[in-house]
């Protein structure tokens, strides 16, 4: 798994592979934040010219299984979650999974398009304050009401096994956010999205992941 030394958006894989105790090589370019944006090692800047990027249109990350390459985070994710065990127990619950990460993904573009996007400073913080006093929790709060209604267990979002789902909706509340205290109370507001987080965050393969990874800024 090709990726930059950050958590990214290969985070909820790497939670998968972690979670199933699968050996993977974890390669990791290097990347410095500067003021000015991030700044590329010169081994990707070398890697990137040689065309090692091409499989994703010159960007990452790049899974290689076997010599085939798979590119698009999202892709990833889903190959990773089939291989592990992680995408429900049929048909049915494989499509619940995807539906659960669709609405992750569409309060994601609620907020990067929504008080994320806002420039005047003020403005800003007051649009901030409100996502995450209020927006956020409402939005947990449907997407629980959702899950509640594919009928999954307690404590799961499909079905009644860990899935993609599960992970998706960890790294969600304590990985895509700046402020993790707010978006944790945030999703604290729904009991059903509540059990999720307790119960992935309870994982001894989960503890153990959070514990080891190498520590970055992003």
């Given at each position: 798994?090709?990726?930059?030394?950050a958590r990214g958006?290969?985070?909820?894989?790497?939670?998968?592979?972690a979670?199933?105790?699968?050996?993977?090589e974890?390669?990791?370019?290097a990347?410095?934040?500067t003021?000015t944006?991030?700044?590329?090692?010169?081994?990707h800047?070398a890697?990137?010219a040689a065309?090692?990027?091409?499989a994703?249109?010159?960007?990452?990350?790049?899974l290689?299984v076997?010599?085939?390459l798979i590119?698009?985070?999202k892709a990833?994710e889903?190959?990773?979650?089939?291989?592990?065990?992680?995408?429900?127990?049929n048909?049915?619950?494989?499509?619940?999974?995807?539906?659960?990460?669709?609405?992750?993904?569409?309060i994601?573009?609620?907020y990067?398009t929504?008080p994320?996007?806002?420039?005047?400073?003020e403005?800003?913080i007051a649009a901030m304050?409100?996502?995450?006093d209020?927006?956020l929790?409402?939005w947990?709060?449907?997407l629980?009401n959702?899950?509640d209604?594919?009928g999954?267990?307690a404590?799961y979002?499909?079905g009644?096994?860990?899935?993609l789902?599960?992970?998706?909706?960890?790294?969600?509340?304590?990985?895509?956010?700046?402020?993790?205290?707010?978006?944790?109370?945030a999703a604290?507001?729904c009991?059903?999205v509540q059990?999720?987080?307790?119960?992935?965050?309870?994982?001894e393969?989960v503890?153990?992941?959070?514990?080891?990874?190498p520590?970055t800024?992003?």
């Open positions: 798994l090709t990726y930059f030394d958006v290969v985070e909820t894989s790497r939670y998968c592979l979670i199933a105790k699968q050996d993977y974890d390669f990791r370019y990347i410095e934040l003021p944006g991030p700044k590329m090692s010169d081994e800047v890697a990137k065309g090692a990027f091409a994703n249109m010159q960007r990452l990350p790049i290689e076997g010599g085939k590119s698009q985070s990833i889903k190959y990773v979650a089939r291989r592990c065990g992680l995408y429900g127990a048909e049915v619950e494989a499509a619940q999974v995807d539906a659960v990460c669709e609405h992750i993904r569409d994601k573009t609620k990067t929504g994320k996007a806002v420039k005047d400073p403005e800003k304050a409100k996502w995450f209020v927006e929790g409402e947990c709060v449907h629980g959702a899950i209604a594919t999954a267990s404590g979002a499909a009644s096994a860990a899935s789902a599960d992970v998706t909706i960890h790294c969600f509340v304590t990985e895509f956010f700046d402020e993790v205290d707010a978006a944790k109370a604290a507001k009991p059903t059990a999720i987080l307790e119960r992935v965050a309870a994982m393969e503890k153990n992941w959070t514990a080891s990874r520590v800024k992003i």
